[in-house]
């Protein structure tokens, strides 16, 4: 998605196994995309052959993760999306993911840059498949909160992960969690 207010739908995607994300918010200058991706079905997204690149909705790239999206994230289901690691990747600020369902997807919800995200009411069933998670997290001023997360195996180190990151990242680095509020989960 390029450009600012698109509406993504009632779409099926379906077994993308080929390299690169299956729906991205390219994020071309500093102002807000206010995109809405909702009530999709994500589903058999097979494993990629490399370590990244694989994710089924990006957000952002490191070159614009400092402004605002604004892009919401709502109502989808993600099913058996074992792209890579990061399921939906978060890379702008001002985002809400909301109301999703992950349902045995070997991967993470992950706030990877941006500031201000909002992250609610989602819910992670892993049905005990290898390498499910829960919701990852990097960089500041995010809410993480009524969400549900069962029976994942812990990818990335917990259900709810809040990544040390470094003291004075590059702008494509970790950045360390600060000021994020996380409650009812």
């Not at 077994?15 to 299956?22: D, I, M, Q």
């Not at 402004?67 to 600020?93: A, H, P, Q, W, Y």
């Not at 349902?103 to 941006?114: I, N, V």
């Not at 195996?153 to 259900?159: D, Q």
Request: charged share 25%; with cysteine.
């Amino acid at each position: 998605l390029r450009g600012s207010g698109h509406l993504v739908e009632y779409c099926t995607f379906q077994g993308k196994s080929s390299p690169s994300v299956t729906l991205t918010v390219w994020r071309e200058a500093d102002g807000e995309n206010r995109h809405r991706i909702r009530r999709n079905h994500f589903f058999d997204r097979p494993r990629g052959n490399r370590g990244n690149g694989f994710e089924t909705i990006r957000i952002g790239t490191s070159d614009h993760s400092l402004s605002d999206s604004r892009t919401v994230v709502e109502e989808n289901l993600f099913e058996r999306c074992d792209g890579e690691m990061e399921i939906v990747s978060v890379k702008s600020g001002g985002n809400w993911i909301r109301n999703n369902t992950f349902l045995q997807s070997a991967g993470t919800l992950t706030l990877r840059h941006g500031e201000g995200n909002v992250v609610e009411g989602n819910l992670f069933a892993g049905r005990m498949k290898s390498e499910t998670g829960g919701i990852r997290i990097y960089g500041n001023g995010h809410r993480v909160h009524r969400n549900v997360i069962i029976g994942t195996t812990g990818r990335s180190g917990g259900a709810l992960t809040l990544m040390a990151g470094s003291p004075q990242p590059a702008l494509n680095g970790f950045q360390r969690v600060e000021d994020t509020f996380i409650q009812g989960n």
